[in-house]
């Protein structure tokens, strides 16, 4: 009899939900019984609120029991869960759980599903499928297949990939580069992280078919330094796509070079920005670059760099493999394809939903969340992180897509979701934006480094009931000021969250209404 298969993912948010200690429980059981068993970390696929989600390879499936904890392990085999026995844990089909069931996961086909360590696994889910493709193309014709797609960044800025690939393309410079910045610092994401412990080869294949496309030899990845799992997993699948010749000399036999290293960076948010990234990469501290000469035609070590996050170099092997026409099925608008949207804060199910952009906001904390986990009204949401917008539950049904969200005064940026109850105060938490660019600012500019904190006392001030109304006017000519002047996002977006609080939540400031020419200009 062949030992059965379970899967009890390693990924960091399952591992703080005790997923490791759920492992070895199984496994006591296992030998205490007599049974054999092969145990599989996976990744995890996102539904945090079931997490630790253990998986039964069976005759009908992989079969899910969640959320488990070790006191449950004794139970589960009694009731026969090797074989998909009922048991209260028992959640059926792992792919026909409705939170599941009702996503489009391209990005994240694999994640969940393969042994992260496994390059075999991640060849036999249709891994490298995508650089099979690159490799009959020239540079050119990879690059306008990205162009195709309408591939956009999915780190923030939403730049169309294939014009930053063809910028570097077209630079006459050698040698050039491809970096991964992987330093997601948002509150409330975590797509990067999970691609980076759940399905590595995903964002190799990509940040090499960029390679194939520019004509670089070389690659980073700025990795966050409280990422020290995916910093074991990165390490461990390059040296096993480099053993198997998908790294190297010569990548698959096709005589064009590439190397990857992973790079950990050291606690700045600011390098989060694609320039002070680079400075941090160089061995310099973080501190934003002036701009022109863009990246893409100056960047690292002052040579033409694509640089990218994880989601949108990991969404390139399937556009590569499946085509570019494939892709634009998906989405709406000028926003195409598939964004991993993280749905976090005060909800009941939390985790990682992959779908076409046009979804709503309701649709997703309401559908896909369930709504607050506290039970009481939903009051805000902040879309995009720190630096995100506010919204109020008026507004939930706004599709989530680059141009809706901009239209309506914010910003998709990573695809983080925040959700708050009724109980959140957001003067406060506009307090909080500007004392946290306060905080990380890299210090170069006035408006940034000077701006956050007097917009902390600014806001104190307000809050401490201090001539209110003259106070909100200064906070917005203040927010005015960093907005227009600043060198980088940071100090450039930090205004959102602090001017998007006062006009559709006056009343936390104290003030009844919004006087009506800042009304207008905002």
């Not at 049974?35 to 079969?63: C, F, K, Q």
């Not at 390679?211 to 070389?218: D, E, K, S, T, Y």
């Not at 990422?227 to 390490?235: D, F, R, S």
Request: hydrophobic share 45%.
């Amino acid at each position: 009899m062949s030992a059965a298969t379970i899967y009890v993912p390693g990924d960091s948010g399952a591992l703080s939900m005790g997923a490791a200690a759920v492992a070895a429980a199984i496994a006591r059981e296992a030998d205490r019984r007599g049974l054999d068993l092969h145990i599989v970390r996976n990744g995890s696929r996102g539904l945090y609120w079931l997490e630790p989600l253990v998986e039964v390879a069976t005759a009908r499936g992989r079969l899910a029991y969640g959320p488990a904890a070790t006191h449950d392990v004794a139970s589960l085999f009694d009731a026969n869960f090797l074989a998909g026995g009922d048991h209260p844990l028992a959640l059926g089909p792992t792919e026909e759980i409705d939170y599941l069931k009702r996503q489009n996961r391209l990005t994240f086909a694999r994640c969940g599903i393969v042994d992260p360590r496994s390059l075999d696994d991640y060849l036999a889910h249709g891994g490298y499928r995508g650089l099979g493709r690159a490799i009959e193309l020239s540079g050119g014709q990879i690059v306008e297949a990205i162009t195709a797609s309408n591939l956009r960044g999915r780190g923030g800025a939403a730049f169309p990939a294939g014009i930053k690939w063809k910028t570097t393309l077209d630079q006459p410079a050698t040698p050039k580069y491809v970096v991964c910045n992987a330093d997601e610092g948002d509150s409330g994401t975590f797509s990067d992280r999970m691609i980076m412990e759940g399905d590595p080869f995903v964002l190799i294949e990509g940040m090499t078919i960029a390679a194939l496309a520019v004509g670089a030899a070389a690659g980073y990845i700025y990795l966050r330094s409280e990422y020290p799992a995916a910093l074991v997993a990165l390490n461990h699948a390059i040296g096993a796509a480099r053993a198997r010749g998908y790294l190297g000399a010569s990548v698959c036999g096709s005589g064009r070079p590439f190397e990857i290293t992973v790079r950990v960076g050291a606690g700045a948010y600011i390098c989060g920005e694609e320039t002070a990234m680079l400075e941090s990469l160089e061995g310099r501290r973080g501190m934003i670059r002036f701009k022109p000469p863009l990246p893409a035609i100056a960047g690292l070590f002052g040579q033409p760099t694509v640089v990218n996050n994880v989601i949108t170099l990991a969404s390139v092997p399937v556009i590569l493999d499946r085509g570019a026409k494939f892709y634009n099925k998906y989405g709406l608008g000028r926003s195409r394809g598939t964004l991993p949207l993280q749905l976090a804060g005060n909800v009941k199910r939390p985790g990682l939903v992959e779908t076409a952009f046009g979804l709503t906001l309701r649709e997703l904390i309401e559908d896909f969340g369930g709504g607050t986990a506290s039970g009481r009204p939903l009051r805000a949401v902040q879309v995009g992180g720190p630096l995100g917008a506010w919204f109020p539950d008026a507004m939930l049904d706004l599709a989530i897509d680059y141009e809706a969200l901009t239209g309506a005064g914010g910003l998709l940026g990573h695809g983080g979701v925040v959700v708050f109850d009724d109980t959140v105060d957001l003067a406060r938490m506009a307090r909080y934006a500007m004392e946290f660019c306060a905080l990380e600012s890299c210090g170069k500019c006035t408006p940034c480094r000077i701006g956050s904190t007097r917009g902390v006392e600014v806001i104190d001030r307000i809050i401490a009931g201090r001539d209110r109304a003259a106070n909100a006017e200064l906070l917005r000519d203040l927010c005015d000021t960093m907005a227009a002047g600043s060198l980088c996002a940071l100090g450039g977006l930090t205004p959102l969250p602090v001017t998007s609080a006062l006009k559709h939540f006056p009343r936390d400031f104290g003030l009844e209404r919004e006087p009506a020419d800042a009304a207008a200009r905002s």
